[in-house]
């Protein structure tokens, strides 16, 4: 019999022994209590995302902090179209960074654009589908060479 | 909850150091932790107050954020698996990353990260990888150039090479083996 290890000793017992069930439902109480909270980030981090595609020369680096955090939060409050849209901006910008070419402005503004966009939908609304469609194609049609995708192309 | 003869006390007993920039990330993860049952939550906005944290106390499992400004928590958990007490640097590290890319994730798994968590979290992923990090630790090497779980998930029976797992050798120590001649 394989031996306990440190933390299952700690526990009094191996973790998946413990109710998944219940600790799910917990955590989703848990998560619920502070979703108006992070909602209210969001809704922060939108109007700060706004200013920054209207300054002039574009800041990327501003840009793509706030797409990093709004990537981050929207998902696990249940927003994933903001999220998807959040993570193309930041993959797009750092897709640029990792090749070296620089950031084409109108592409950041339109993506920026389709995340507020995004906040005012509801997740499966027809008209957010088609702005996820058409966002998509627009970073794939302008990404670098070197895309992340690329790199993980095998070698020949 | 009675399991056989011991109590199953759940996640309460352990102690957990979540470490992001972004405030609300910390609220919302340690909300999740609280929902699993963890009571002894500890939180750092960055690798440096981490540190600090770390050189006073060991949680049991560490949570922390790929991209925060100065030090990445990639660079974070380097230095704590070289420089920490062997007691403490062997602790599983749970890396969040909001763009997991094949390049971070290599830098993740090379920097020594336990298991990897693409954001957003959910809550099913995470408890996964908190289970996994309590019921399946991988053996831990230490060398110069890298300390951490061991990278290799997998056992290869047609393996013949250098045998450097912990269950090959009672003292691991990558750096005494000296590289096969090419052939």
């Given at each position: 019999?394989?031996?306990?290890?440190?933390?299952?000793?700690?526990?009094?017992?191996?973790?998946?022994?413990?109710?998944?069930?219940?600790?799910?439902l917990e955590a989703q109480r848990g998560l619920d209590a502070v979703t108006p909270a992070i909602e209210a980030a969001l809704q922060d981090r939108r109007i700060t995302l706004r200013a920054a595609a209207k300054s002039a020369p574009l800041d990327t680096?501003?840009?793509?902090?706030?797409?990093?955090?709004?990537?981050?939060?929207?998902?696990?409050?249940?927003?994933?179209?903001?999220?998807?849209?959040?993570?193309?901006?930041?993959?797009?910008?750092?897709?640029?960074?990792?090749?070296?070419?620089p950031p084409?402005?109108?592409?950041?503004?339109?993506?920026?654009?389709a995340l507020d966009q995004a906040f005012q939908l509801r997740d499966g609304d027809p008209v957010l589908n088609e702005t996820l469609s058409a966002a998509s194609?627009?970073?794939?049609?302008?990404?670098?060479?070197?895309s992340s995708d690329a790199r993980l192309q095998p070698q020949r | 909850m009675r399991l056989g003869f011991l109590t199953l006390n759940g996640?309460?007993?352990?102690?957990?150091?979540?470490?992001?920039?972004?405030?609300?990330?910390r609220e919302l993860t340690i909300a999740l932790l609280r929902g699993f049952g963890f009571q002894r939550t500890h939180e750092a906005d960055c690798a440096e107050a981490a540190w600090e944290i770390l050189q006073g106390r060991q949680p049991d499992i560490l949570i922390v954020d790929f991209d925060m400004p100065r030090e990445s928590g990639a660079k974070l958990i380097a230095r704590l698996r070289h420089r920490l007490p062997p007691s403490a640097a062997d602790m599983p590290i749970l890396l969040m990353t909001a763009f997991?890319?094949?390049?971070?994730?290599?830098?993740?798994?090379?920097?020594?990260?336990s298991e990897i968590l693409a954001k957003p979290?959910?809550?099913?992923?995470?408890?996964?990888?908190?289970?996994?990090?309590?019921?399946?630790?991988?053996?831990?090497?230490?060398?110069?150039?890298?300390?951490?779980?061991?990278?290799?998930r997998r056992t290869d029976p047609a393996y013949d090479g250098p045998r450097r797992r912990e269950g090959d050798r009672n003292e691991l120590d990558l750096d005494s083996i000296k590289p096969r001649q090419a052939i």
């Amino acid at each position: 019999m394989k031996n306990a290890t440190q933390l299952q000793d700690k526990m009094g017992g191996p973790a998946c022994a413990l109710d998944r069930t219940t600790l799910i439902l917990e955590a989703q109480r848990g998560l619920d209590a502070v979703t108006p909270a992070i909602e209210a980030a969001l809704q922060d981090r939108r109007i700060t995302l706004r200013a920054a595609a209207k300054s002039a020369p574009l800041d990327t680096s501003i840009v793509f902090g706030i797409a990093h955090q709004i990537r981050g939060l929207a998902g696990t409050v249940g927003r994933q179209s903001v999220g998807a849209l959040a993570d193309m901006l930041g993959t797009y910008l750092t897709d640029c960074a990792d090749s070296g070419a620089p950031p084409v402005d109108e592409v950041v503004v339109v993506l920026v654009l389709a995340l507020d966009q995004a906040f005012q939908l509801r997740d499966g609304d027809p008209v957010l589908n088609e702005t996820l469609s058409a966002a998509s194609q627009l970073t794939h049609s302008r990404a670098p060479i070197h895309s992340s995708d690329a790199r993980l192309q095998p070698q020949r | 909850m009675r399991l056989g003869f011991l109590t199953l006390n759940g996640f309460s007993t352990l102690s957990v150091l979540v470490v992001d920039d972004c405030r609300h990330m910390r609220e919302l993860t340690i909300a999740l932790l609280r929902g699993f049952g963890f009571q002894r939550t500890h939180e750092a906005d960055c690798a440096e107050a981490a540190w600090e944290i770390l050189q006073g106390r060991q949680p049991d499992i560490l949570i922390v954020d790929f991209d925060m400004p100065r030090e990445s928590g990639a660079k974070l958990i380097a230095r704590l698996r070289h420089r920490l007490p062997p007691s403490a640097a062997d602790m599983p590290i749970l890396l969040m990353t909001a763009f997991s890319d094949m390049p971070r994730v290599l830098a993740a798994r090379d920097a020594g990260a336990s298991e990897i968590l693409a954001k957003p979290l959910t809550i099913k992923g995470l408890l996964d990888r908190l289970i996994a990090a309590v019921d399946r630790p991988r053996p831990f090497v230490r060398a110069t150039t890298y300390a951490g779980p061991d990278r290799r998930r997998r056992t290869d029976p047609a393996y013949d090479g250098p045998r450097r797992r912990e269950g090959d050798r009672n003292e691991l120590d990558l750096d005494s083996i000296k590289p096969r001649q090419a052939i």
